[in-house]
């Protein structure tokens, strides 16, 4: 139900209903102007040649109305819908005979209110078309813009993951370095305490600390002859065997 409602609501507030209605002005005032035309032609031309160019003047003004209603934000003066809807009811006033004082004050009251209604309309339609029709333009450039927004986000999130998955390789790459600097530390460490003395001294080889280690204070062996392999590892000196 609330879905029906809703349709009928969009119907009648879209630019569609406002081109509609103006459209039915338009027609209806086709004719109110061709009546007048008549009356006013057929006094110095055939009926014919009356009726045509009454029908032919009467759809180039409406014509004209209604162009220039749609395209009113490219004139300077804003005031022509106001000019053409007051030209609309004086074209309505004359065709009833709104001007016949001869008539009941209570007719002349209802042509003058059918006059004034169709002026009121056609300028309420003209300006109510314009603005919307603008309306309809900005809203059709906001979905645009938000249609663009959408894909500039899109490349934007798959440059983001690019850079995170990028990310994620050289955080593994860095901890694989990391783990080998500490290995490296480590066996430089375990090389250099195989040739430092107990006296703090370092050397070059095992063979200039064991030559040492005969003259050092710290040795308690000092002064006994020292052989260079006692400084080797023992799995290296099978292998030297
Ligand atoms: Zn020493």
């Known amino acids: 139900m609330s879905k029906i409602v809703s349709a009928i609501a969009n119907t ?39 009726d045509m160019a009454a029908w032919i003047l009467s759809c180039g003004i409406e014509t004209t109305v209604l162009v220039i ?22 074209i309505v006033l004359f065709f009833i005979d709104a001007f016949n004082t001869t008539q ?6 209802v042509r003058w209110f059918i006059g004034a209604m169709v002026c ?65 530390e480590e066996f430089k460490r375990r090389e250099i305490e195989k040739v430092t003395c107990k006296c703090g001294q370092v050397f070059t080889s095992i063979y200039k600390l064991a030559a040492h280690k005969a003259t050092c204070s710290s ?7 020292v052989s260079a392999f006692d400084d080797v590892p023992s799995n290296r000196i099978r292998v030297m065997k």
């Not at 509609?20 to 035309?37: A, D, I, K, N, R």
């Not at 804003?78 to 009811?89: E, M, N, V, W």
């Not at 009941?104 to 009251?109: H, Q, T």
């Not at 040795?219 to 002859?225: D, E, F």
């Open 69 to 90: 209603t749609a395209n009113v934000k490219y004139f300077s003066s804003k005031q022509l819908p106001i000019f053409f809807a007051i030209c609309s009811g004086f």
């Open 120 to 184: 009121g309309l056609n300028y309420v339609y003209s300006e109510l078309f314009v603005k919307k029709f603008n309306d309809e333009l900005q809203a059709t450039d906001m979905i645009k813009q938000i249609e663009t927004l959408k894909q500039e986000n899109e490349e934007y999130n798959r440059t983001i993951s690019l850079i995170k998955s990028e990310l994620s390789v050289a955080k593994e790459d860095s901890v694989k370095l990391l783990n080998q600097l500490v290995e490296l």
């Open 219 to 225: 040795n308690p062996n000092k002064g006994q002859k």
């Open 104 to 109: 009941p004050i209570l007719d002349i009251a």
């Open 12 to 50: 009648i507030t879209s630019l569609g209903m406002v081109i509609f209605v103006l459209l039915m002005t338009v027609v209806t005032m086709l004719f109110v102007g061709h009546g007048l035309y008549y009356q006013v032609f057929v006094k110095c031309m055939s009926p014919w040649q009356a």
